[in-house]
């Protein structure tokens, strides 16, 4: 844990160093807003199943906060870093590189919590038809969402950087893995507006719990059987990928030291 | 005595794919690839006490920074044992880890963007070292290394020399007992080298660290190095004392003339192999036991102003090692 706080530091100083690019980064993260602005325009003819104006407006601005807290960019460092031979160096210290990778990975929340909370809580008294469910246990579970939404992200993406161990552009699947993440996971369009078959299997990859899940939450959505369900599904899959994970870092690092680190 | 580093008939062995240039090469190797061995490491044995410093020598690819990495523990060997501080390397251990060090002269480790006090406090983080220890090693470090003002700059903005300071005090910071150092001085001026070498001779003698290292600059092993290993081929060739192998190498010394009278070259020749000579100098190259038998003669044929007898830049007798391949098998 220390060691963890120690890089945690030092990458949050980065992004002081840095903090004008996070806020253009943050400002980067529009593509909820150009789905809002689509699903506007066809919702003023009627609400399409279900999900009217004020909808849309709830769900696409959740999708952006939940996406600025979950969205992690620290595997084109990893690419870089697997590449130019920096990772030779963390194999040498006595601290497993997923710390320092999961504490760069998390250094700019801080930074974003402090942005866009007092913005959504503009947002939540000015702007008509927003309506989220901000009472404080779900709140609470909205958060304990976001951790497990957070940690199954990094997971996939470090396990997709891990590839790198046998090929040389992890980042290519990086993008086919982006494609699926902005489908499957509710980024792009609500899973509800999805035809049934295809609605009920998304629910159980893992994809649900990274995006469509915790905005659900927020938006007050769910019963609290629901609730429960999605954050034991959602933990599970954490433990999952958890384990994938450590089974690829083993096989990873067998081949690295074989052919050459 | 126990040995700090042992290995015993350590081989590293890479597969590498082929690829012939151009478009249809990249195809072709596509589809069915070739493979071949590259032998880096071929059957090498050797151990080393606590506290010596060894010197690693070998012209480019020979195999010195695979044989540096399957030491450190980054490599594990293709077959052969490799014992560091009673592990094997490449279990990696944290224990292990803690005893060790590896430092690249051509790659970086400090966090680029930040000053280098910042990976300092990683480090410590990391390396789980205590707040005493660490201002202990701190203090050492900065009065070594000369680090005052150097610490609170970005390490982007820092000069080349400036930056490896930092990276020998980060990869130092840990006190590690055994140094693994890949061309610690590439790329710095003369006195920064220098200011290195001195450094890790300071370092040796006060914590009693192993030092095991490559370099290009022959000043470094000659001035660092009592030992040296002489890898050519993947294959270790010497092992032993830096003045053996120069008097292996080269059965010659020279005695440097300077005279009241002119010289003709006839008159030397019949000495030894004339190297130059002008008017009133010349260097002669005279078998080692004979040198002194040499210079007393040419007191009685020459009117001598001054003599000095030397052994030829060991850069000359490395040189000559290579080229000739003087000691392969």
């Known amino acids: 844990m220390k060691k963890f706080l120690a890089e945690f530091r030092a990458s949050w100083n980065l992004i002081i160093e840095y903090r004008v690019m996070v806020l253009i980064w943050m400002l980067t993260i529009v593509l909820p807003l150009i789905m809002l602005a689509v699903w506007l325009s066809i919702a003023e003819k009627g609400a399409v199943q279900g999900y009217d104006r004020s909808t849309f407006i709830s769900y696409y601005l959740a999708a952006l906060v939940v996406r600025n807290f979950t969205g992690m960019w620290f595997i084109w460092e990893m690419d870089s870093e697997m590449r130019l031979g920096a990772l030779s160096f963390r194999l040498l210290k006595p601290m497993d590189p997923i710390v320092h990778y999961l504490a760069y990975a998390c250094s700019s929340k801080p930074f974003r919590v402090l942005i866009l909370g007092p913005a959504s809580i503009v947002a939540l008294v000015f702007l008509p038809g927003l309506t989220w469910a901000v009472d ?126 | ?168 005090a980060a990869a130092l910071l840990h006190r590690p007992r055994v140094l693994f150092l890949d061309e610690p001085t590439i790329g710095l001026d003369v006195t920064m080298q220098a200011r290195v070498r001195d450094f890790l001779l300071e370092y040796n003698r006060r914590h009693g660290a192993t030092i095991l290292l490559t370099s290009h600059y022959m000043a470094d092993v000659v001035a660092l190095c009592k030992r040296v290993f002489v890898i050519d081929h993947g294959h270790l060739v010497y092992d032993g004392d830096l003045e053996a192998l120069v008097e292996r190498i080269s059965p010659v010394k020279y005695i440097r003339l300077v005279t009241h009278q002119p010289i003709g070259a006839a008159d030397l020749s019949r000495f030894g192999e004339l190297r130059s000579v002008e008017a009133f100098k010349a260097t002669l190259a005279v078998p080692r036991e004979r040198t002194s038998a040499v210079a007393a003669q040419l007191f009685q044929l020459l009117a001598i102003e001054d003599v000095t007898i030397e052994d030829p830049e060991v850069e000359e007798i490395i040189g000559r090692i290579f080229t000739e391949r003087l000691l392969s098998k």
Not at chain 1, 205 to 233: K, N
Not at chain 2, 8 to 27: A, I
Request: proline fraction near 4%; charged fraction near 20%; glycine fraction near 8%.
């Open chain 1, 136 to 261: 404080p246990l779900n709140i609470a579970v909205f958060v304990v969402s976001l951790a497990g939404a957070l940690l199954i992200l990094f997971l996939m993406q470090y396990t997709i950087g891990l590839m790198g161990f046998w090929i040389t552009r992890s980042l290519s699947v990086n993008d086919a893995w982006f494609f699926t993440y902005s489908l499957a996971s509710g980024y792009l369009i609500p899973l509800d507006l999805f035809p049934p078959g295809i609605r009920e299997f998304l629910w159980y990859l893992p994809f649900r719990y990274t995006m469509s899940f915790p905005v659900e939450l927020l938006m007050g959505r769910l019963s609290g059987a629901e609730i429960l369900q999605g954050i034991a599904i959602q933990w599970v899959w954490v433990a999952a990928m958890y384990g994938i994970n450590r089974w690829v870092w083993r096989r990873g690092l067998r081949h690295y030291s074989a052919v050459g680190a």
């Open chain 2, 1 to 168: 005595m126990k040995f700090q580093i042992s290995v015993k008939q350590l081989s590293k062995f890479y597969e590498v794919h082929q690829k012939e240039p151009g478009f249809w090469g990249s195809l072709r190797a596509f589809v069915s690839r070739t493979y071949e061995t590259v032998r880096a490491v071929e059957d090498v044995s050797f151990d080393i006490r606590e506290g010596e410093i060894v010197g690693f020598l070998g012209p480019n690819g020979a195999g010195k920074t695979t044989a540096l990495k399957v030491l450190s523990g980054l490599l594990f060997p293709t077959s052969g044992e490799v014992s560091v501080c009673g592990f094997r390397s490449f279990d990696r251990k944290p224990e292990f880890l803690r005893q060790i060090t590896l430092v690249m002269g051509q790659k970086n480790q400090l966090i680029w963007d930040l000053p280098a006090s910042e990976s300092f406090l990683v480090n410590r983080a990391v390396y789980e070292i205590s707040h005493s220890d660490y201002l202990d090693s701190m203090k050492e470090l900065t009065e070594l290394l000369d680090l005052g003002g150097v610490l609170n700059k970005q390490v982007r903005k820092l000069s080349l020399g400036e930056r490896m300071k930092c990276e020998l």
